[in-house]
């Protein structure tokens, strides 16, 4: 897969206020299916219960459309459409939008990305409150053919399910779903700290959960695949978010419950602050053996090395992404 990350935008005073309103109604579908997508179970319950025939009627043609296959044809026409809507305005609602690459300083392609041939695995921090970063990256032109692995139950909400399929290729996070994509000889993307790092997310520190997710680092040695870290640099300034209590809202997050309370731009909170300036880099990648059974020791040793990667590429490229003067005092935060 070769990659090309030529998506550099203008600043602020460069993009018109129609491109700014198209991209902030580009950002709320996606939060508000989001949202809806986390109610669903709960909508359905209600309207078995009471026997709202309506509201499961309107339910329907989503399920539908969500789980049905695609010809290519309305693949190409109708996602076709929405993807390239989405693409040009969706980054326009931030003050900046940057995805740029180690090893080039215009944002080309390294030689290992150059291989078509290579099997990579994307992982990208933080989550965010509301992943901000992640959603940008999955509708970029360079990550068409990466298959983005979501929470499970969102991959399985016909309303989430339907809005992934039009702008890329979604997937689900859970286990056996990745290898079997794995198998198939896919690359991936996955948000390894999950809802932890949606909770631990602050507007003064960069935080990411990591130091217990050695899963992807396992997958990664079973298949021999490279990993590639990617941060994204200035989620964090996307929703300010209730700080503390991390003791009993990290346990509600071990059982798939979200605990974070974002809020985001001050006339509508669920949209993030549009002061916020992203600037996402993908690291260089990181080739790991092929161990069909690794072992405990193996998968802890390449989860060190994986961090430390992690690291250097924060401290690399954090006076481009903060300035030299804000960087001096930014440090990442390792839960």
Same mark, same amino acid.
């Given at each position: 897969?070769?990659?090309?990350?030529?998506?550099?935008?203008?600043?602020?005073?460069?993009?018109?206020?129609?491109?700014?309103?198209?991209?902030?109604?580009?950002?709320?579908?996606?939060?508000?299916?989001?949202?809806?997508?986390?109610?669903?179970?709960?909508?359905?319950?209600?309207?078995?219960?009471?026997?709202?025939?309506?509201?499961?009627?309107?339910?329907?043609?989503?399920?539908?459309?969500?789980?049905?296959?695609?010809?290519?044809?309305?693949?190409?026409?109708?996602?076709? $459409?929405?993807?390239? %809507?989405?693409? =040009?305005?969706?980054?326009?609602? #931030?003050? &900046?939008?940057?995805?740029?690459?180690? /090893?080039?300083?215009?944002?080309?392609?390294?030689?290992?990305?150059?291989?078509?041939?290579?099997?990579?695995?994307?992982?990208?921090?933080?989550?965010?409150?509301?992943?901000?970063?992640?959603?940008?990256?999955?509708?970029?032109?360079?990550?068409?053919? $990466?298959?983005?692995? %979501?929470?499970? =139950?969102?991959?399985?909400?016909? #309303?989430? &399910?339907?809005?992934?399929?039009?702008? /890329?290729?979604?997937?689900?996070?859970?286990?056996?779903?990745?290898?079997?994509?794995?198998?198939?000889?896919?690359?991936?993307?996955?948000?390894?700290?999950?809802?932890?790092?949606?909770?631990?997310?602050?507007?003064?520190?960069?935080?990411?959960?990591?130091?217990?997710?050695?899963?992807?680092?396992?997958?990664?040695?079973?298949?021999?695949?490279?990993?590639?870290?990617?941060?994204?640099?200035?989620?964090?300034?996307?929703?300010?978010?209730?700080?503390?209590?991390?003791?009993?809202?990290?346990?509600?997050?071990?059982?798939?419950?979200?605990?974070?309370?974002?809020?985001?731009?001050?006339?509508?909170?669920?949209?993030?602050?549009?002061?916020?300036?992203?600037?996402?880099?993908?690291?260089?990648?990181?080739?790991?053996?092929?161990?069909?059974?690794?072992?405990?020791?193996?998968?802890?040793?390449?989860?060190?090395?994986?961090?430390?990667?992690?690291?250097?590429?924060?401290?690399?490229?954090?006076?481009?992404?903060?300035?030299?003067?804000?960087?001096?005092?930014?440090?990442?935060?390792?839960?």
């Amino acid at each position: 897969m070769k990659l090309n990350y030529s998506h550099h935008l203008r600043p602020l005073a460069g993009v018109t206020f129609t491109e700014r309103t198209l991209g902030g109604i580009s950002i709320g579908v996606f939060v508000l299916i989001f949202f809806l997508s986390v109610a669903f179970p709960f909508l359905c319950l209600y309207g078995v219960s009471s026997k709202n025939l309506s509201l499961l009627a309107v339910f329907a043609p989503f399920t539908l459309m969500a789980y049905v296959p695609w010809s290519d044809s309305f693949s190409d026409q109708v996602g076709g $459409v929405i993807q390239r %809507f989405y693409r =040009y305005y969706a980054p326009r609602h #931030f003050r &900046r939008c940057h995805v740029v690459e180690e /090893g080039s300083s215009k944002g080309g392609t390294t030689a290992v990305a150059d291989k078509a041939s290579t099997q990579t695995f994307y992982a990208v921090h933080p989550h965010g409150a509301l992943c901000m970063g992640w959603n940008i990256l999955y509708n970029h032109e360079a990550f068409d053919s $990466v298959r983005f692995c %979501f929470a499970p =139950y969102l991959y399985l909400s016909p #309303f989430f &399910r339907l809005f992934s399929r039009l702008l /890329g290729r979604p997937g689900s996070a859970s286990k056996s779903y990745m290898i079997s994509y794995l198998k198939l000889g896919e690359s991936l993307a996955l948000l390894p700290g999950g809802f932890e790092d949606a909770t631990l997310t602050s507007l003064h520190q960069d935080r990411i959960f990591i130091r217990k997710r050695t899963g992807f680092i396992r997958l990664c040695l079973m298949f021999g695949v490279a990993v590639r870290p990617v941060y994204v640099f200035g989620e964090k300034d996307c929703y300010w978010n209730m700080q503390g209590g991390w003791k009993w809202r990290l346990a509600l997050n071990r059982y798939s419950i979200p605990a974070a309370l974002p809020w985001g731009w001050s006339w509508l909170p669920l949209l993030p602050k549009t002061n916020a300036a992203l600037y996402i880099v993908v690291g260089e990648p990181i080739i790991l053996p092929q161990i069909d059974d690794p072992s405990k020791d193996q998968v802890n040793l390449w989860h060190e090395k994986y961090m430390a990667a992690l690291i250097k590429l924060y401290e690399t490229h954090k006076d481009a992404a903060y300035g030299s003067d804000n960087a001096k005092s930014m440090k990442l935060e390792i839960w």
